[in-house]
């Protein structure tokens, strides 16, 4: 076989925009050491994907990450495994994940396997670990195979979403099934996912690191975080007001949290904070703001069968967190009429 590592060319890493030594990390160092509780997180891999093409009939895959990590209500494949696809990002076809298995004797930071592929020319889109700091993923492809660039997404800059452990993806079964790899995949849109679980409180220097980055589209929801409804109020203005000096035409969506059944009257004090934020935009004559109310993800008679814990979502929450926010997100996306 030709074998590849992930940054070799015409291998693509989206997601990911920093590298320290051979860590692919979604913070720069300096504001991991400004901000010490979200350094665990800013080092994972969390949101990165790694793209190309290739008309190989098999696709070897070798992970080997720096950290083994066991998450809180979060299987053992989505806090340390891969997604594979194959085909074009709308449609896809799922190959299967690649993870650690944990059985006894086996090295818990190596995990590989190997898939079936048609030899079609066609993408493969590797939906990256949510918890795990990477060092090398390695493909392999058939002798006389070629590997080529990935299609491109249809957003050239990237939608960047900030926001909790449920931006983050818990707790989906797997890397592919948060909502934010689901609309990426309906929508072949390229993100940055900057969910901090427990750790995004709407720091101002945060939202002028965020402010600082090209984007076509930014989605905000960070409300669980905040430690009371009083410092979500101090903070959810200003976090904004921070991103529209510097872009004043960036589409920006905001959300509440999406489960209101845990606590009702809480979540409808939080969600007012946030509408408010988006009517005062709205009164000042800003018509690029959009709202998302958490209350209409999930309705009907199940609404307790789409989390795993009363809080986080499960695949079913997040494939219907997806749905609500295609609505408002895909006619914002490059290539569409506002």
Not at 29 to 38: G, K, L, N, T, V
Not at 154 to 180: D, H, K, M, Q
Not at 189 to 202: C, K, L, T, V
Request: aromatic residues 12%; glycine residues 8%.
């Amino acid at each position: 076989m030709r074998i590849f590592e992930c940054r070799d060319t015409p291998i693509q890493i989206f997601g990911l925009p920093y590298v320290a030594g051979s860590s692919l990390m979604r913070l720069p160092e300096s504001i991991m050491a400004q901000f010490p509780h979200i350094r665990q997180f800013g080092s994972r891999s969390t949101g990165g994907r790694v793209c190309f093409r290739t008309n190989s009939k098999t696709l070897w895959v070798r992970l080997i990450a720096k950290t083994f990590i066991r998450d809180y209500a979060i299987p053992q494949i989505s806090s340390s495994g891969l997604d594979v696809y194959a085909g074009p990002r709308p449609d896809g076809r799922f190959l299967g994940s690649v993870f650690p298995t944990g059985a006894r004797g086996t090295d818990l930071n190596r995990s590989e396997a190997v898939f079936t592929l048609d030899g079609t020319m066609q993408d493969i889109t590797v939906f990256l670990p949510k918890n795990e700091v990477i060092d090398q993923i390695f493909f392999g492809i058939d002798d006389d195979a070629v590997m080529e660039a990935p299609t491109p997404y249809r957003n050239p800059l990237p939608v960047i979403f900030y926001g909790s452990s449920i931006t983050e993806g818990g707790c989906a079964s797997r890397t592919g099934n948060t909502y934010i790899a689901f609309l990426s995949r309906w929508l072949n849109m390229d993100y940055i996912n900057f969910g901090f679980s427990g750790s995004a409180r709407g720091e101002a220097e945060i939202a002028r690191f965020i402010a600082s980055m090209p984007m076509s589209v930014f989605v905000y929801d960070y409300d669980y975080n905040a430690p009371t409804v009083e410092h979500l109020a101090e903070t959810h203005e200003p976090f904004f007001r921070i991103i529209r000096e510097r872009h004043p035409e960036l589409p920006v969506i905001m959300l509440s949290r999406p489960n209101y059944a845990s606590d009702p009257a809480e979540s409808e004090q939080r969600a007012a904070i946030i509408r408010r934020t988006y009517e005062n935009a709205r009164g000042r004559g800003d018509r690029n703001v959009y709202f998302i109310c958490g209350k209409d993800y999930f309705t009907g008679t199940d609404v307790h069968a789409c989390t795993v814990d009363r809080t986080h979502p499960n695949d079913l929450g997040f494939y219907l967190m997806a749905k609500k926010i295609r609505e408002v997100l895909e006619p914002l996306l490059p290539g569409n009429p506002l």
